[in-house]
Nanobody
Framework: QVQLVESGGGLVQPGGSLTLSCVAS????????MKWYRQAPGKERELVAA????????TYEEPAKDRFFISRDNNKNTIYLQMNVLKPEDTAVYYC?????????WGRGTQVTVSS
């Protein structure tokens, strides 16, 4: 079964930290570029960060640079997004994405709310 399951979202105060996790099924994991996207209310979904299939490269979009860190554990088929110094504008549903050679898969998302 093809699955991406996110977890770790929640409510956090501004300046706080949160780590998201996404577990992928075996069929997805092996050769996929793993990405985190987010979608804020009323806005389009945007890429946050990505990691190469073996974790040998990572890339970040501007809102995430120097605050968010993507990592992957190939033994656990898990991709992480560590988010630091969170701001209210980081409030969004965060989605895990797996991009293979021919296919692309999405998780259902996990809500992150940054508010005092």
């Amino acid at each position: 079964q093809v699955q991406l399951v996110e977890s770790g979202g929640g409510l956090v105060q501004p300046g706080g930290s949160l780590t998201l996790s996404c577990v992928a099924s075996d069929v997805i994991w092996g050769n996929s570029i793993m990405k985190w996207y987010r979608q804020a209310p009323g806005k389009e979904r945007e890429l946050v960060a990505a990691s190469g299939p073996s974790g040998d490269w990572t890339t970040y979009e501007e809102p995430a640079k120097d605050r968010f860190f993507i990592s992957r554990d190939n033994n656990k088929n898990t991709i992480y997004l560590q988010m630091n110094v969170l701001k209210p504008e980081d409030t969004a549903v965060y989605y895990c994405n797996a991009q293979g050679v021919y296919d692309e898969y999405w998780g259902r998302g996990t809500q992150v709310t940054v508010s005092s």
